[in-house]
């Protein structure tokens, strides 16, 4: 068999290639919505108590002790808060309390939005695939391009979202940031937590909020 003829299987395990990566692409992803930042914020945070509002004590831990990993990693002093108040949610006047007594310049707050269906249609589309022909004639295959049309579906997706704010510590106390995190059929609340860690304290960077490192 010619070389020419062996090109064709070539390019249909390409284009099944292809089309895996495509599906796989299609998987979970979680991305920041509703970002304000603070335009008279100037100083860096460097150290910032960190305060999952849940109210399951595992995944409170499990998300403070995420985005503390995730601050540390670039450079920044974050104390989970169950650190310092094992028992219950803190409220304001413990945290203030705390705040004072350990000298944080920032207090992170990361609320449970809860978890919505979300249903869209998604429009057929055409497309065109290489199809092996062989004429009987002449005793050759030949490599043709047919039509072939994707009906269109309703996909329903799980949107999992969280806000999340980083408030000063100063006189003023006032907000500095605020984004709403939305994490798409993700596959365990491992997950979301880590990306969602990753995605906001690279926006705080970006921001200025905090130091490169």
Known sequence: ???????????????????????????????????????????????????????????????????????????????????????????????????????????????????????????GYVRTVPTLGYDRWDGVYYNYYRRIYEPGYVETEQVVRHQIDLYSTGADGRLVWTGTSESVDPASRDEVRVKVADKVVAELVSARVLNKG
């Open 1 to 123: 068999m010619s070389a020419a003829l062996l090109e064709v299987p070539r390019r249909f395990t390409l284009l099944l290639v292809l089309a895996v990566l495509a599906l796989t692409g299609c998987a979970s992803s979680t991305s920041l919505t509703n970002m304000w930042r603070d335009p008279e914020f100037a100083p860096p945070m460097r150290s910032i108590l960190v305060i999952g509002v849940m109210r399951n004590p595992a995944g409170r831990r499990n998300w403070e002790d995420r985005m503390s990993e995730e601050l540390s990693a670039h450079h920044v002093h974050a104390v989970p808060s169950y650190s310092l108040f094992p028992g219950e949610l803190p409220d304001t006047d413990a945290v203030i309390t705390g705040v004072q007594r350990e000298g944080f310049d920032g207090v992170m707050i990361v609320h449970p939005l809860g978890t919505q269906s979300e249903t869209h249609y998604v429009p």
